[in-house]
């Protein structure tokens, strides 16, 4: 009769585990997202690669979207395979992977800002994350422009001073000449007698 009061399991134990177990396979199926790095910074003109791994029940629906301090737009929405409804802006430029993750080419300025995928699995349920972009400016084109600008006005200086120097050389030459042609032809000097 003792034995009846020291059950192993109770009804209570036995719906918390229940819970417990659902709550696990729940979690088994949700989606993650998994990026090596949220913040890239790239100059103008190179590539970015927007890196991600994607777990989930089935084949994703994967949606991006750009964000910034003045406008907000679509990038495109993929499904196995490519890109499908890709805006006009990014056609040319946006290169998907099997995984998910994306490359943006060519960059410019204006692509610095907050890119958002939304992941959703066939059952509907979705997960964020967020990529921040910093574009640079590329100041070695302007570098370049100075130093070819720098390496033109040296030639052109040493040139101007090789032409002085040979105007100099020839105004010497001149003048020697002309005096020896205003030298009378005999120089023999005649003694007076005292």
């Given at each position: 009769?003792?034995?009846?009061?020291?059950?192993?399991?109770?009804?209570?134990?036995?719906?918390?585990l229940?819970?417990?177990?659902?709550?696990?396979?729940?979690?088994?199926?949700?989606?993650?997202?998994?990026?090596?790095?949220?913040?890239?910074?790239?100059?103008?003109?190179?590539?970015?690669?927007?890196?991600?791994?994607?777990?989930?029940?089935?084949?994703?629906t994967?949606?991006?979207?750009?964000?910034?301090?003045?406008?907000?737009?679509?990038?495109?929405?993929?499904?196995?395979?490519?890109?499908?409804?890709?805006?006009?802006?990014?056609?040319?430029?946006?290169?998907?992977?099997?995984?998910?993750?994306?490359?943006?080419?060519?960059?410019?300025?204006?692509?610095?800002?907050?890119?958002?995928?939304?992941?959703?699995?066939?059952t509907?349920?979705?997960?964020?994350?967020?990529?921040?972009?910093?574009?640079?400016?590329?100041?070695?084109?302007?570098?370049?422009?100075?130093?070819?600008?720098?390496?033109?006005?040296?030639?052109?200086?040493?040139?101007?001073?090789?032409?002085?120097?040979?105007?100099?050389?020839?105004?010497?030459?001149?003048v020697?000449?002309?005096r020896?042609?205003?030298?009378?032809?005999?120089?023999?000097?005649?003694?007076?007698?005292?």
């Amino acid at each position: 009769m003792l034995m009846l009061y020291y059950r192993l399991w109770d009804i209570h134990d036995v719906a918390v585990l229940f819970c417990f177990m659902l709550y696990m396979c729940h979690r088994a199926e949700a989606i993650t997202i998994q990026s090596p790095q949220s913040s890239l910074t790239q100059s103008v003109q190179e590539d970015v690669f927007f890196s991600m791994n994607v777990t989930c029940n089935g084949t994703p629906t994967i949606q991006w979207t750009f964000m910034s301090s003045s406008v907000s737009r679509a990038i495109g929405i993929w499904q196995p395979g490519a890109f499908i409804n890709i805006t006009a802006d990014y056609s040319s430029r946006v290169e998907a992977h099997d995984n998910g993750s994306m490359v943006l080419s060519d960059l410019q300025l204006q692509d610095t800002g907050y890119y958002v995928v939304t992941i959703t699995d066939k059952t509907g349920d979705s997960n964020h994350a967020g990529f921040v972009l910093k574009v640079n400016e590329v100041l070695y084109e302007d570098l370049q422009y100075l130093s070819v600008s720098a390496l033109a006005l040296g030639c052109l200086a040493a040139i101007l001073m090789l032409a002085i120097w040979l105007l100099d050389k020839a105004y010497t030459k001149i003048v020697a000449w002309r005096r020896r042609q205003e030298m009378p032809a005999n120089d023999a000097t005649e003694l007076q007698p005292l």
